[in-house]
């Protein structure tokens, strides 16, 4: 089930690298929420940490809802969907798959959301941004796996990808609130430069029960979900 799942990955990777198109609109749709939002502040106004965390996440759940509508609809366009059903391995090696491409695909697009933060919303790195990169992490986890059971529902028919949207951004609330408390943290504030060690632990903990959590249902219900049974 791995070594299917890797391969995959690579395989997806591959083709959506090699069109580029595709990833090009998620990346420029990041950054363009970002950068429309820097138009609001005034002339050397600084943005609050918690509202500059919010604004990245906004860019990588967008960006990252274009990920898995362009993994899942490969094999739509291609009408090799039964091939990947025929495989001899659990069919949770395809959520696996996708949910490796996706994340790998989100991380590369959050290196340029990051200094986009900084350049555009004028941030500072403050003195907890290790704990911030462990918050983005663990979040990305989880928002892929959720992403990547999802995709497979709301993609195959014309008006259903929006249904990706529309369903995941609900989900995703509470390990939103926690990966914008942990990246607001990573920052520097003029203000209030103290922040409390076990509020950071607390909302560590958060989002790694919402990984084990959305990983968990989406190996369960994916078998449902690909099959449309």
């Not at 391969?7 to 950068?35: M, P, T, W």
């Amino acid at each position: 089930m791995i070594k299917t799942a890797f391969l995959l990955a690579r395989k997806d990777l591959i083709i959506i690298l090699g069109r580029s198109a595709g990833l090009c609109q998620a990346l420029l749709l990041g950054l363009l929420l970002i950068f429309l939002f820097s138009l609001s502040l005034q002339v050397g106004e600084m943005l609050s940490p918690h509202s500059a965390a919010t604004m990245f996440w906004l860019a990588s759940i967008f960006c990252q809802v274009l990920i898995f509508q362009m993994l899942y609809a490969l094999e739509e366009q291609n009408g090799a969907k039964a091939g990947l059903q025929l495989l001899p391995c659990p069919v949770q090696a395809i959520w696996l798959g996708k949910f490796l491409a996706g994340i790998l695909l989100l991380f590369a697009s959050q290196l340029l959301f990051i200094p986009a933060v900084f350049v555009f919303l004028s941030q500072h790195l403050g003195a907890y941004f290790l704990y911030s990169l462990l918050g983005i992490f663990l979040t990305d986890i989880g928002i892929c796996a959720c992403g990547s059971l999802l995709g497979a529902l709301c993609v195959g028919q014309s008006g259903k990808e929006s249904l990706l949207s529309i369903i995941l951004f609900p989900l995703l609330i509470p390990l939103l609130l926690s990966a914008i408390s942990l990246s607001s943290i990573g920052l520097l504030d003029l203000q209030n430069s103290f922040v409390d060690t076990a509020q950071i632990f607390q909302w560590l903990g958060i989002a790694l029960a919402f990984d084990c959590i959305f990983s968990a249902v989406s190996l369960i219900l994916f078998p449902y979900l690909y099959h449309g049974e």
